[in-house]
Protein backbone atom coordinates (compact mmCIF):
# COMPACT_ATOMS: atom_id res chain seq x y z
CA UNK A 1 0.00 0.00 0.00
CA UNK A 2 1.24 3.48 -0.42
CA UNK A 3 0.09 6.43 1.54
CA UNK A 4 0.46 9.80 0.94
CA UNK A 5 0.85 12.98 3.50
CA UNK A 6 0.21 16.21 2.32
CA UNK A 7 -0.96 18.31 5.71
CA UNK A 8 -0.87 22.55 6.03
CA UNK A 9 0.72 23.19 9.64
CA UNK A 10 -1.44 23.57 12.69
CA UNK A 11 -0.75 26.91 13.33
CA UNK A 12 0.43 28.20 16.96
CA UNK A 13 1.51 24.35 17.45
CA UNK A 14 2.99 21.62 15.22
CA UNK A 15 4.80 22.62 11.58
CA UNK A 16 3.32 20.76 8.63
CA UNK A 17 6.64 18.84 8.81
CA UNK A 18 6.39 17.35 12.53
CA UNK A 19 2.61 16.31 11.46
CA UNK A 20 4.02 14.54 8.70
CA UNK A 21 6.35 12.68 11.08
CA UNK A 22 3.60 11.92 13.48
CA UNK A 23 1.73 10.36 10.01
CA UNK A 24 4.55 8.10 9.20
CA UNK A 25 4.81 7.08 12.77
CA UNK A 26 1.22 6.47 13.45
CA UNK A 27 1.11 4.32 10.44
CA UNK A 28 3.44 1.92 10.09
CA UNK A 29 2.26 1.10 14.15
CA UNK A 30 -1.37 -0.18 12.20
CA UNK A 31 -0.02 -0.93 8.71
CA UNK A 32 2.98 -3.09 8.02
CA UNK A 33 3.11 -3.44 4.40
CA UNK A 34 2.81 0.40 3.94
CA UNK A 35 4.81 3.01 1.60
CA UNK A 36 4.78 6.83 2.57
CA UNK A 37 5.51 9.76 0.84
CA UNK A 38 5.19 12.89 2.83
CA UNK A 39 5.37 16.41 1.54
CA UNK A 40 4.62 19.57 3.20
CA UNK A 41 2.14 21.81 1.81
CA UNK A 42 1.23 26.18 1.98
CA UNK A 43 -1.55 28.03 0.29
CA UNK A 44 0.53 30.93 0.10
CA UNK A 45 0.01 32.03 3.66
CA UNK A 46 2.65 32.12 6.41
CA UNK A 47 4.76 29.04 6.11
CA UNK A 48 5.68 29.14 2.62
CA UNK A 49 8.69 30.02 2.08
CA UNK A 50 9.63 27.19 4.77
CA UNK A 51 7.70 24.71 3.02
CA UNK A 52 8.71 25.58 -0.56
CA UNK A 53 12.67 25.91 0.68
CA UNK A 54 12.54 22.24 2.09
CA UNK A 55 11.04 20.52 -0.09
CA UNK A 56 13.18 21.57 -3.08
CA UNK A 57 15.90 21.54 -1.15
CA UNK A 58 16.61 24.93 -1.82
CA UNK A 59 18.50 27.50 -0.04
CA UNK A 60 17.51 30.49 2.74
CA UNK A 61 19.29 33.85 1.90
CA UNK A 62 18.90 36.19 4.96
CA UNK A 63 18.56 39.53 4.34
CA UNK A 64 17.84 43.01 6.72
CA UNK A 65 14.71 45.12 5.78
CA UNK A 66 12.18 47.24 7.48
CA UNK A 67 8.85 45.97 9.38
CA UNK A 68 6.11 47.10 8.64
CA UNK A 69 6.59 50.14 11.06
CA UNK A 70 9.97 50.95 9.86
CA UNK A 71 12.02 48.75 12.63
CA UNK A 72 15.16 46.96 10.61
CA UNK A 73 14.78 43.37 11.44
CA UNK A 74 16.64 40.25 9.94
CA UNK A 75 14.40 38.49 7.21
CA UNK A 76 15.37 36.78 4.19
CA UNK A 77 14.11 34.91 0.97
CA UNK A 78 14.05 31.82 -0.95
CA UNK A 79 16.20 30.30 -3.47
CA UNK A 80 14.51 27.42 -5.38
CA UNK A 81 16.13 27.07 -7.99
CA UNK A 82 19.14 28.53 -10.24
CA UNK A 83 17.07 31.13 -11.15
CA UNK A 84 14.00 31.24 -9.18
CA UNK A 85 12.95 32.76 -5.81
CA UNK A 86 10.07 32.83 -3.50
CA UNK A 87 9.30 35.60 -1.42
CA UNK A 88 6.66 35.50 1.45
CA UNK A 89 5.34 38.60 2.47
CA UNK A 90 4.63 38.33 5.99
CA UNK A 91 8.59 37.75 6.83
CA UNK A 92 8.22 41.47 6.29
CA UNK A 93 5.25 43.20 6.42
CA UNK A 94 3.31 40.50 8.08
CA UNK A 95 1.04 40.86 11.11
CA UNK A 96 3.16 37.90 13.09
CA UNK A 97 5.76 41.10 12.90
CA UNK A 98 3.49 43.20 15.72
CA UNK A 99 1.99 43.35 18.78
CA UNK A 100 -1.77 43.05 18.78
CA UNK A 101 -1.40 46.88 19.78
CA UNK A 102 1.13 47.71 17.19
CA UNK A 103 -1.24 46.99 14.26
CA UNK A 104 -2.26 49.92 12.37
CA UNK A 105 -2.67 49.91 8.80
CA UNK A 106 -2.43 53.94 8.34
CA UNK A 107 1.03 53.51 9.38
CA UNK A 108 1.82 49.85 8.47
CA UNK A 109 3.98 49.57 4.96
CA UNK A 110 4.94 47.39 2.47
CA UNK A 111 8.23 48.57 2.42
CA UNK A 112 10.13 46.00 3.24
CA UNK A 113 8.49 43.35 0.93
CA UNK A 114 9.86 46.00 -1.61
CA UNK A 115 13.75 45.51 -0.01
CA UNK A 116 13.16 41.70 -0.71
CA UNK A 117 12.39 41.94 -3.82
CA UNK A 118 15.22 44.11 -4.72
CA UNK A 119 17.57 42.13 -3.11
CA UNK A 120 16.55 38.97 -5.29
CA UNK A 121 16.51 41.10 -8.46
CA UNK A 122 19.88 42.47 -7.76
CA UNK A 123 20.77 38.66 -7.13
CA UNK A 124 19.36 38.38 -10.86
CA UNK A 125 17.27 36.22 -10.48
CA UNK A 126 14.99 35.88 -13.12
CA UNK A 127 11.27 34.50 -11.89
CA UNK A 128 10.08 35.76 -8.51
CA UNK A 129 7.11 33.64 -6.90
CA UNK A 130 5.74 36.09 -4.12
CA UNK A 131 3.27 34.82 -1.54
CA UNK A 132 0.53 37.46 -0.54
CA UNK A 133 -0.89 36.04 2.75
CA UNK A 134 -0.74 37.03 6.17
CA UNK A 135 0.14 41.02 5.77
CA UNK A 136 -0.35 43.94 8.51
CA UNK A 137 -0.43 46.10 6.01
CA UNK A 138 -3.31 48.43 3.71
CA UNK A 139 -0.55 50.90 1.42
CA UNK A 140 -2.12 49.46 -1.88
CA UNK A 141 1.58 48.22 -2.54
CA UNK A 142 2.92 51.98 -2.01
CA UNK A 143 5.58 50.89 -0.10
CA UNK A 144 6.74 48.22 -2.10
CA UNK A 145 6.84 50.49 -5.17
CA UNK A 146 8.86 52.89 -3.17
CA UNK A 147 12.09 50.54 -2.24
CA UNK A 148 11.85 49.49 -5.76
CA UNK A 149 12.17 52.94 -7.13
CA UNK A 150 8.78 54.39 -7.72
CA UNK A 151 8.18 58.24 -6.40
CA UNK A 152 4.95 59.00 -5.18
CA UNK A 153 4.20 62.60 -4.85
CA UNK A 154 1.94 65.25 -3.72
CA UNK A 155 0.11 67.96 -4.90
CA UNK A 156 3.84 70.30 -4.70
CA UNK A 157 5.76 67.19 -6.02
CA UNK A 158 7.13 65.87 -2.72
CA UNK A 159 7.61 62.51 -2.30
CA UNK A 160 5.73 60.90 0.15
CA UNK A 161 6.53 58.42 2.74
CA UNK A 162 4.79 55.26 1.76
CA UNK A 163 2.39 54.33 4.10
CA UNK A 164 -1.76 53.90 4.06
CA UNK A 165 -2.23 57.23 5.66
CA UNK A 166 -0.71 59.02 2.76
CA UNK A 167 -2.67 57.10 -0.31
CA UNK A 168 -5.03 60.06 -0.05
CA UNK A 169 -2.25 62.76 -0.85
CA UNK A 170 -1.11 61.09 -3.90
CA UNK A 171 -1.09 63.56 -6.90
CA UNK A 172 1.39 61.86 -9.00
CA UNK A 173 3.94 59.06 -9.58
CA UNK A 174 7.32 58.60 -11.13
CA UNK A 175 8.61 55.17 -12.41
CA UNK A 176 11.81 56.46 -13.75
CA UNK A 177 13.60 54.93 -10.84
CA UNK A 178 12.37 51.20 -11.36
CA UNK A 179 14.59 49.17 -10.47
CA UNK A 180 16.23 48.07 -14.28
CA UNK A 181 15.53 43.96 -13.20
CA UNK A 182 11.71 44.49 -13.35
CA UNK A 183 12.42 44.67 -17.14
CA UNK A 184 13.88 40.84 -17.05
CA UNK A 185 12.07 38.93 -14.87
CA UNK A 186 8.71 37.17 -14.62
CA UNK A 187 6.58 37.99 -11.26
CA UNK A 188 4.17 35.42 -10.03
CA UNK A 189 1.66 36.38 -7.28
CA UNK A 190 0.46 33.22 -5.20
CA UNK A 191 -2.57 34.41 -3.78
CA UNK A 192 -6.06 32.45 -2.53
CA UNK A 193 -8.16 35.59 -2.60
CA UNK A 194 -9.81 37.34 -5.44
CA UNK A 195 -11.14 40.34 -4.05
CA UNK A 196 -10.47 43.72 -5.37
CA UNK A 197 -8.58 46.66 -4.77
CA UNK A 198 -11.57 48.88 -3.77
CA UNK A 199 -15.06 48.74 -2.87
CA UNK A 200 -17.55 46.96 -0.22
CA UNK A 201 -15.11 43.81 -1.36
CA UNK A 202 -12.18 45.45 -1.83
CA UNK A 203 -8.58 45.29 0.42
CA UNK A 204 -9.90 47.09 3.23
CA UNK A 205 -13.30 46.92 4.17
CA UNK A 206 -12.78 42.88 3.87
CA UNK A 207 -9.13 42.96 5.37
CA UNK A 208 -8.83 46.21 6.85
CA UNK A 209 -10.41 45.45 10.39
CA UNK A 210 -7.95 42.08 11.29
CA UNK A 211 -5.49 44.34 10.66
CA UNK A 212 -6.08 46.90 13.41
CA UNK A 213 -8.39 49.34 11.47
CA UNK A 214 -11.31 51.21 13.38
CA UNK A 215 -14.42 52.28 11.87
CA UNK A 216 -13.50 55.67 10.73
CA UNK A 217 -9.54 54.33 9.68
CA UNK A 218 -11.59 51.58 7.63
CA UNK A 219 -13.49 55.09 5.47
CA UNK A 220 -10.05 57.18 5.72
CA UNK A 221 -8.26 54.33 4.43
CA UNK A 222 -10.90 53.18 1.27
CA UNK A 223 -11.07 57.37 0.62
CA UNK A 224 -6.99 56.75 -0.06
CA UNK A 225 -7.07 53.67 -1.92
CA UNK A 226 -9.62 55.23 -4.42
CA UNK A 227 -7.08 58.38 -4.69
CA UNK A 228 -4.41 56.08 -5.45
CA UNK A 229 -6.39 54.20 -8.07
CA UNK A 230 -7.60 57.42 -9.72
CA UNK A 231 -3.85 58.76 -10.24
CA UNK A 232 -3.20 55.20 -11.31
CA UNK A 233 -5.53 54.93 -14.30
CA UNK A 234 -5.45 58.66 -14.97
CA UNK A 235 -2.21 58.85 -15.59
CA UNK A 236 -1.99 55.44 -17.57
CA UNK A 237 -5.43 54.84 -19.04
CA UNK A 238 -5.34 51.50 -17.10
CA UNK A 239 -8.56 50.24 -14.90
CA UNK A 240 -6.42 48.19 -11.86
CA UNK A 241 -9.66 49.04 -9.24
CA UNK A 242 -11.40 45.77 -10.68
CA UNK A 243 -8.44 43.52 -10.98
CA UNK A 244 -9.51 39.76 -9.06
CA UNK A 245 -7.00 39.64 -6.14
CA UNK A 246 -5.81 43.46 -6.95
CA UNK A 247 -7.29 43.93 -3.15
CA UNK A 248 -4.46 40.86 -1.88
CA UNK A 249 -2.53 41.91 1.01
CA UNK A 250 -3.68 45.45 1.59
CA UNK A 251 -3.94 46.20 -2.21
CA UNK A 252 0.01 44.86 -3.04
CA UNK A 253 -1.60 42.24 -5.50
CA UNK A 254 -2.92 45.52 -8.41
CA UNK A 255 0.57 47.10 -7.62
CA UNK A 256 2.58 44.66 -8.43
CA UNK A 257 0.01 43.09 -11.31
CA UNK A 258 0.06 46.69 -13.12
CA UNK A 259 4.02 48.26 -12.51
CA UNK A 260 5.76 44.95 -12.46
CA UNK A 261 3.29 42.86 -15.09
CA UNK A 262 2.82 39.86 -12.06
CA UNK A 263 0.19 37.08 -12.97
CA UNK A 264 -1.89 36.44 -10.05
CA UNK A 265 -1.65 33.06 -9.18
CA UNK A 266 -4.34 30.63 -6.73
CA UNK A 267 -2.33 29.85 -3.82
CA UNK A 268 -2.58 26.22 -3.31
CA UNK A 269 -2.89 25.26 -6.91
CA UNK A 270 0.23 26.76 -7.86
CA UNK A 271 2.14 25.40 -5.15
CA UNK A 272 0.95 21.95 -5.79
CA UNK A 273 2.00 22.53 -8.98
CA UNK A 274 5.49 23.56 -7.72
CA UNK A 275 5.84 20.22 -5.81
CA UNK A 276 4.91 17.86 -8.88
CA UNK A 277 1.98 17.24 -6.63
CA UNK A 278 0.29 15.11 -8.99
CA UNK A 279 3.31 12.64 -10.22
CA UNK A 280 3.50 11.65 -6.22
CA UNK A 281 -0.08 10.82 -6.68
CA UNK A 282 0.64 8.12 -9.02
CA UNK A 283 0.58 4.96 -7.47
CA UNK A 284 -1.44 5.82 -4.00
CA UNK A 285 -4.09 4.40 -2.05
CA UNK A 286 -4.66 6.79 0.25
CA UNK A 287 -3.99 10.53 0.87
CA UNK A 288 -4.36 12.01 4.11
CA UNK A 289 -3.98 15.81 4.59
CA UNK A 290 -5.44 18.37 7.20
CA UNK A 291 -4.92 21.88 8.67
CA UNK A 292 -5.53 23.16 12.52
CA UNK A 293 -9.23 24.16 11.96
CA UNK A 294 -11.00 22.76 9.28
CA UNK A 295 -13.99 24.96 8.48
CA UNK A 296 -16.57 26.27 5.53
CA UNK A 297 -13.34 28.68 4.61
CA UNK A 298 -11.58 25.43 4.45
CA UNK A 299 -13.54 24.93 0.71
CA UNK A 300 -11.62 28.06 -0.65
CA UNK A 301 -8.71 28.08 -2.04
CA UNK A 302 -6.91 26.49 1.42
CA UNK A 303 -4.53 22.75 1.79
CA UNK A 304 -7.59 20.23 2.35
CA UNK A 305 -9.36 21.28 -0.44
CA UNK A 306 -6.61 21.55 -2.98
CA UNK A 307 -5.52 18.26 -1.89
CA UNK A 308 -8.53 17.18 -2.13
CA UNK A 309 -9.59 17.76 -5.77
CA UNK A 310 -6.68 16.56 -6.95
CA UNK A 311 -7.30 13.63 -5.53
CA UNK A 312 -10.85 13.67 -7.02
CA UNK A 313 -9.48 14.06 -9.94
CA UNK A 314 -7.51 10.73 -10.21
CA UNK A 315 -10.24 9.08 -7.52
CA UNK A 316 -7.83 8.27 -4.83
CA UNK A 317 -9.22 8.36 -1.22
CA UNK A 318 -8.39 10.90 0.63
CA UNK A 319 -9.03 12.02 4.63
CA UNK A 320 -8.34 15.24 6.52
CA UNK A 321 -6.75 14.98 9.85
CA UNK A 322 -7.41 17.92 11.86
CA UNK A 323 -7.24 20.00 15.18
CA UNK A 324 -11.13 21.02 15.33
CA UNK A 325 -14.15 21.44 13.03
CA UNK A 326 -16.33 24.81 12.71
CA UNK A 327 -19.09 26.08 10.84
CA UNK A 328 -19.85 24.00 7.42
CA UNK A 329 -16.83 22.04 7.70
CA UNK A 330 -18.89 19.25 5.92
CA UNK A 331 -18.71 21.16 2.61
CA UNK A 332 -15.36 19.74 2.57
CA UNK A 333 -16.51 16.52 1.36
CA UNK A 334 -17.79 18.20 -2.09
CA UNK A 335 -13.90 18.93 -2.84
CA UNK A 336 -12.80 15.32 -2.52
CA UNK A 337 -12.55 14.65 0.70
CA UNK A 338 -14.03 11.38 2.40
CA UNK A 339 -13.70 11.93 5.58
CA UNK A 340 -12.46 14.00 8.41
CA UNK A 341 -10.79 13.11 11.75
CA UNK A 342 -9.86 15.86 14.80
CA UNK A 343 -7.63 15.91 17.75
CA UNK A 344 -9.58 17.43 20.07
CA UNK A 345 -11.84 14.51 21.20
CA UNK A 346 -12.88 16.21 24.63
CA UNK A 347 -13.83 19.37 26.06
CA UNK A 348 -10.37 21.03 26.64
CA UNK A 349 -9.18 25.14 27.27
CA UNK A 350 -7.35 26.64 24.19
CA UNK A 351 -4.11 26.72 26.77
CA UNK A 352 -4.94 22.68 26.98
CA UNK A 353 -4.81 21.99 23.33
CA UNK A 354 -1.86 23.73 22.67
CA UNK A 355 0.01 22.08 25.64
CA UNK A 356 -0.86 18.63 24.52
CA UNK A 357 -1.12 19.07 20.37
CA UNK A 358 1.34 16.77 19.95
CA UNK A 359 0.11 13.89 22.11
CA UNK A 360 -3.24 14.63 20.64
CA UNK A 361 -2.13 14.58 17.35
CA UNK A 362 -0.62 11.28 17.54
CA UNK A 363 -3.84 9.66 19.30
CA UNK A 364 -5.96 11.02 16.50
CA UNK A 365 -3.63 9.41 13.54
CA UNK A 366 -3.71 6.09 15.54
CA UNK A 367 -7.58 6.11 15.37
CA UNK A 368 -7.48 7.12 12.07
CA UNK A 369 -5.42 4.53 10.96
CA UNK A 370 -7.09 1.92 12.76
CA UNK A 371 -10.66 2.88 11.07
CA UNK A 372 -9.36 2.68 7.77
CA UNK A 373 -8.01 -0.65 8.77
CA UNK A 374 -11.34 -1.94 9.41
CA UNK A 375 -12.46 -0.53 6.10
CA UNK A 376 -9.86 -2.29 4.52
CA UNK A 377 -10.59 -5.84 6.07
CA UNK A 378 -14.47 -5.16 5.25
CA UNK A 379 -13.71 -5.27 1.37
Not at 30 to 38: K, P
Not at 106 to 134: C, E, M, P, V, W
Not at 154 to 159: F, I, K, L, S, T
Request: contains cysteine.
Amino acid sequence: MKFVFAPDSFKGTLTSQEVTEILEKEARKVFHDVTTVSVQIADGGEGTLETLVGQTKGEYIRQPVLDPLGREIESGFGKLYENTAIIEMAKASGLPLLKKEERNPLRASTYGTGQLIRAALDQNFKHIYIALGGSATNDGGMGALTALGVRFLDEAGVELEPAGENLIRIRDLDTKGLHPGVAGCKFTLICDVKNPLVGANGATYVFGRQKGASDAMLDELERGMLQYAFVVEEKYKVKIREIPGGGAAGGIGAALHFFLNAEIKPGIETILDMLHFDELLEGADLVVTGEGRLDWQSAFGKVPSGVGLRCKQKNIPAVALVGAVGRNASDIYEYGIDSVFTSVSSIASEEEVMAHAREMVEDAANRMFRCIQVGRKLR
